[in-house]
DNA sequence: CCTTGACCTTCCAGTGACTGGAAGCCCAAT
DNA sequence: ATTGGGCTTCCAGTCACTGGAAGGTCAAGG
């Protein structure tokens, strides 16, 4: 099948399949007589793969790892579930952050009146911290 | 004063600096003789209250807005609530996000044994969603 | 006076993970 | 024969920096 249909069924747009091929996170497909990119059922399973895997956040080069180990039917289960917990542990760390950059924007906001009249402790704040 | 030191007053690398002036963040600052930039003490405020506001996530465009809310003498300050506002809601979606993202991968763990066998309910999950 | 080392300057390139767009070929249907 | 859509490659842009090369400047010590 031709790429469009294949980013069809794989939810992954076109552009960005030809991306993936290019930077060698999937092997290069295989090409018609007349130079069309040409995908198998196969190929889309490796792509909705790797879909999956960027929707749950892991970056590009943890996606290669976990398509590593996909293929290895050696492979340890312990060697895949570092790699999630390294990546949770990131979350885990993102999500407080935000947590507390969100928390403090609402005590800035509920000190701040949001009306026509000029003072803000919003901007007192980031002037003054 | 130089960029060493104003970067070192205002907790923003002097690469980043040259780099908000070259974008026009902030503006252009003075020179000295032989060409070195040249920091006030209110050039470093500045920096400072772009250092807070980037610190809190906005983005360098929101910066900019708040800059210009701040220099301006006869803002609303609901403007720049507003700005605040828009800004917790992203980091809002992006907490549920990741906290949906986490709760994915935590239940993925905890069926996978994380051993030197190769069944991995992460993988199938993966593959198989 | 000269050297050393820390500082400063500009400019170009790379990061991550795409995304947009231009120029041009291919294929199926009218 | 011509349309319209899909495919190809390649270059550029996004965001917010960051690294590094090549070279100018400054203050202190010998």
Redesign the interface.
Known sequence: MNIGEAARRAGVPAKTIRYYEGIGLIPAAGRTASGYRDYSDRDV?TL??VQ??RS??FSVKDVGD?LQ??H???????D???I??G??AA??R??EE??A??A???S??HR?????????P??E???N?
Chains 1, 2 share one sequence.
Not at 115 to 120: E, G, T, V, Y
């Open positions: 399973e909705r793969f999956h895997a749950l956040g976990l180990l996909w290895d039917r050696d492979r340890a289960s312990g895949v579930k570092r999630a917990a990546h949770v979350v885990e993102k999500i935000l947590q950059i969100r403090t924007l609402v800035l906001m701040c009146h949001g009306d026509d009249r000029p003072d803000c919003i901007l704040e980031l002037a911290p």
